[in-house]
């Protein structure tokens, strides 16, 4: 089993969180962020009575950088349990 780079996986993973969350940042911003929530909780038979917030620069901002910073982490430690796992397999 091919080892992978910790730092690689990592920024792979933490700029793919960032990237959704931002995503998700711009469809707040741009207003149809509640239709997509209810889109998307339609498929999984959930009705939620809660409403999405105003967006908020800041708060989109802090979420992009917490998003890619909890990334990093995911990235990181799935790599080493993947080359442990595959130090043990061989």
Sequence with gaps: ????NAKQTALSLG?????FHALWAIA?????????INWKLAHHF???????AQFDIVTAILG??????CGLIVGWVFA????????KVK
Excluded: E, H, Y
Aim: proline residues 0%.
């Design 28 to 36: 707040v911003g741009l207003g149809f962020g509640q239709q997509w």
């Design 80 to 87: 080493g349990i993947w080359n442990w796992a595959g130090k």
């Design 64 to 69: 992009v950088v917490l998003a890619f910073v």
């Design 15 to 19: 700029l793919t969180f960032a990237l």
């Design 46 to 52: 959930v009705i939620v009575s809660a409403g999405i």
């Design 1 to 4: 089993m091919a080892q992978l």
